[in-house]
């Protein structure tokens, strides 16, 4: 299942704070079930809305930080999973509640570098105390403000806008710092057993969109007409940008003045942690016999004989690295398999069906862990001999 790329922003506190109260007041529907029961709320339930200045964003309401038994502990530990989704935690609290629980949270949120707001609720019933408010600034909040239920949202919607971090819904480029106004574009893009039905995988349509808001030309074409193309137009692209499957027959098409790159390496560089990627993907040429490769696709997808991620990648590292390698996959975003230092280097796709945020907290144990981590296009650039060549538009 596709993963959503908007800026998630999670509701984390005790259990009747008002958590659900206060997403269904935010999104003006009834989104959360509203109850005076404790533990209303179970599995981590997600709604997207608009936020004035941020765009789309996918609000998540939690269970209570304070559920008790077997159960509510598991509802606890599911909850807590969603840290290394979110762009943005906002914690509720009510009574002038400050305790373990508030400041167990308050340091996770610090130590994944989680930006967090404090919400006092039911102020109509006990309204924050001055100890209140200077205690949860000291933890951390971004900001501290006070709401009851049915009043205007407009102060924590501003609160929201200017807490979340840029980079979570701010929409940089692709290709801005490559291409000027006018350049010709040229993208090859397969249609093959992995393309979907009746349309475009989202790197591609990213890309294409990406020299559109440049102001520059798109040429959009299958690998089997670029020679012709290029033959009988006498047209040259400043760039040829290529599904890194075909990188070893691209590489002999298209002239060596033209630069080229593939779709995966550009979405490493806009979405991943590129200069990790750099410093782990030579490391391909060391793995030998026994190592174990984990590759970790970011989607879930039905697997064909042709699959990039658990077919093609796995045969072409034997047949590199002449050796007998063992292989783990992840799909979208479950859990990662521990102890990471089992494995010899980690290979990320390209993360399209995610945010920045998620794919960088999913590399960030191995990196911590000093395993080498890479991309799928440039572990494929590497093996077929042109990485150099591929990594070149970003290097002038």
């Not at 075909?246 to 002239?255: T, W």
Request: hydrophobic residues 40%; glycine residues 6%.
């Amino acid at each position: 299942m596709a993963r959503d790329r908007k800026p998630h922003i999670a509701f984390f506190g005790r259990r009747n704070n008002g958590k659900s109260t206060l997403i269904n007041c935010l999104t003006q529907q009834d989104i959360a079930i509203v109850s005076p029961i404790a533990g209303t709320t179970t599995d981590p339930v997600k709604k997207s809305m608009e936020i004035a200045g941020v765009g789309p964003a996918v609000l998540i309401d939690t269970a209570g930080i304070d559920d008790t038994g077997e159960l509510g502990e598991k509802r606890v530990a599911k909850s807590l999973r969603i840290l290394d989704q979110i762009d943005l935690a906002i914690l509720i609290v009510a009574n002038n509640q400050l305790g373990k629980w508030e400041t167990d949270l308050a340091e996770k949120f610090t130590q994944l570098g989680v930006p967090f707001i404090v919400v006092h609720s039911k102020r109509d019933l006990e309204p924050a105390n001055q100890n209140t408010k200077k205690l949860y600034q000291e933890i951390g909040a971004k900001f501290f403000l006070e709401y009851s239920a049915g009043e205007d949202t407009e102060e924590i919607n501003n609160c929201i806008r200017h807490a979340i971090p840029e980079t979570a819904w701010s929409n940089p480029t692709l290709l801005g710092d490559i291409i000027a106004p006018k350049d010709i574009v040229m993208l090859i893009t397969p249609i093959d057993t992995e393309a979907p039905e009746g349309r475009m995988i989202l790197p591609q349509v990213q890309t294409i969109r990406d020299v559109l808001d440049n102001h520059a030309i798109n040429i959009v074409l299958k690998e089997s007409e670029v020679e012709y193309f290029l033959k009988t137009t006498g047209i040259k692209p400043k760039l040829a940008v290529t599904d890194s499957q075909l990188f070893g027959k691209i590489d002999k098409i298209i002239p060596k003045d033209i630069l080229l790159t593939g779709f995966s390496i550009l979405l490493a560089r806009f979405r991943g942690d590129f200069e990790a990627y750099k410093k782990g993907t030579p490391h391909l040429d060391k793995l030998q016999d026994g190592d174990k490769v984990l590759i970790l696709e970011s989607c879930t997808h039905h697997s064909t004989c042709d699959d990039i991620g658990r077919v093609k990648i796995p045969r072409w590292l034997k047949s590199h690295t002449k050796s007998e390698i063992h292989f783990d996959v992840v799909a979208g975003l479950d859990q990662v398999p521990q102890p990471i230092n089992q494995y010899a280097i980690v290979v990320q796709c390209g993360g399209c069906m995610i945010t920045r945020r998620q794919l960088q907290n999913r590399l960030r144990p191995a990196i911590e862990a000093g395993i080498p981590v890479t991309n799928y296009g440039m572990a494929i650039a590497w093996m077929k001999g042109i990485y150099e060549r591929a990594m070149q538009p970003f290097n002038l």
